[in-house]
Structure formats: C-alpha cells, structure tokens
C-alpha cells in the first residue's frame, strides 16, 4: 500500500512564509500532486510534481525529493484567504495511478 | 456545465434506507473518481471509471457500495442499508485523461451524506 504523512495543522501570520510538509512510501512513484480546500469546498489543483526540484507558480512552490520520499508546499505572502487545508497527493504503479491522498494540513492564516 | 456537478449537495437518511448520489462530469473526460472524506480524515478512494468500466473497483467498503456509469459521462454511486458509519461527504472528480499521466482530477462540491 502507499503511506502517506503531513502535518495536521498549522498557523501562521498574514505576510508571512509557510512550509507544508509531505512524507510519502509508495511502489512505483509516479507523480505528487498538492491541492487546495476550503471548508465546504471543492478540493482544487495547486501544482505537479514529477521530477526532483522546486516548481514556482506565483506565491506558491512545490519542492520534490524522489530519493527522499518528501514534499513541500511553500506559500509566501500569506493572505487570509489561504486559510485552508491542503492536500498531498501521490500517484504510484503500486496503486493504478490513481491519486492517494494523505489526511491534509490545516492552515489558519491570522492577523 | 463548466465543471463536476453533483447531486443532491445534502442528504439525511434514515439508518437502512438506500441513497442514490449523482455525479456529471465535465464534458469529455474520460476518468472519473468516487472517494469518500469523513471528519479529520483524507480522500478514501472508492472507485475509479474509465468510460463506463470500472478498472478499480478496490475501495469500495462493502458489498452494499455500488456504482455505475453510462453514456462515459453521468455516474451514479449508490449506498443500500446505510449505516451510521457510512456518514461523509462524498466527492467526484472527473479528469480529461487516465490516472498517472501528469492529469489533475477536477472535484465536484461533493454530496454531504448525514445517516441518523
């Protein structure tokens, strides 16, 4: 089976940078993925990762590690608005490559 | 419609009763996803369509979870004698190409299921 581990919750301050965490053990990785969800939400797509290295997008950066079996999300800037949970995501042989979601982080972004 | 729509966005049952859960994916894609969120917890997958098969059928809980899908859009997943334990809310998400090929899924809001 695949294992896959983050943190359960975080805080952090408007402004601020934040690093989320992913830990995975998985046959055959493919690909992680990194989703967004706000209560009550749709969970909705963050960003890719296949290869070792980080992947920019705006405010937001996904790192990958293969060798290590470790993601992050970084989000810099932090706005009230990112006040949710986010997903880590691991396609593998070992599953089908159908997507394996770990339990989320729970990010609360205050004042 | 421009994304995973699904149907009804609340449901409370009676312990025992049968519920029926609909999902209408985005036009043309291909794979389509059931998992299942309960409280504090991830994605549980269910079962995953490609057309109108079902290649993995492996998280489905028990014999009482069944799903179906026609025409490679509408799926349907239904839960018979539901339990207390089966509460969550179910989310579909459709996706333009199989799994394992660098393809996002897109999530529907998702079904909240409440059994008292």
């Known amino acids: 089976g695949q294992n896959i581990d983050q943190p359960t919750e975080m805080t952090a301050t408007e402004g601020a940078i934040v690093q989320i965490n992913c830990t995975y053990q998985?046959?055959?990785?493919?690909?992680l993925f990194w989703y967004q969800q706000h209560a009550g939400e749709a969970p909705t797509f963050l960003s890719y990762?296949?290869?070792?290295g980080l992947e920019e997008k705006g405010r937001f950066s996904s790192f990958l590690s293969r060798s290590k079996g470790y993601s992050y999300l970084l989000l810099k800037e932090l706005q009230m608005k990112d006040s949710a949970s986010y997903l880590c995501?691991?396609?593998?042989?070992?599953?089908?490559?159908?997507?394996?979601f770990g339990r989320g982080t729970s990010l609360i972004v205050h004042p | 419609g421009a994304g995973v729509s699904q149907s009804p966005s609340n449901k409370v049952t009676e312990k025992g009763k049968d519920v029926e859960l609909r999902c209408d994916p985005i036009?043309?894609?291909?794979?389509l996803y059931w998992y299942r969120q309960s409280l504090g917890q991830g994605l549980e997958f269910l079962i995953y369509f490609q057309g109108n098969s079902a290649p993995d059928k492996s998280g489905l809980p028990s014999d009482r979870f069944s799903a179906e899908r026609t025409g490679g859009s509408v799926s349907t997943l239904t839960i018979q004698r539901t339990q207390q334990e089966d509460s969550a809310v179910y989310l579909c998400a459709s996706s333009p190409r199989p799994p394992g090929l660098n393809t996002e899924a897109f999530f529907g809001q998702g079904t909240r299921l409440t059994v008292v």
């Open positions: 995501a691991v396609t593998a042989s070992g599953g089908s490559y159908i997507p394996t």
């Open positions: 998985t046959s055959g990785f493919n690909g």
């Open positions: 990762n296949v290869l070792d």
């Open positions: 036009s043309g894609h291909t794979a």
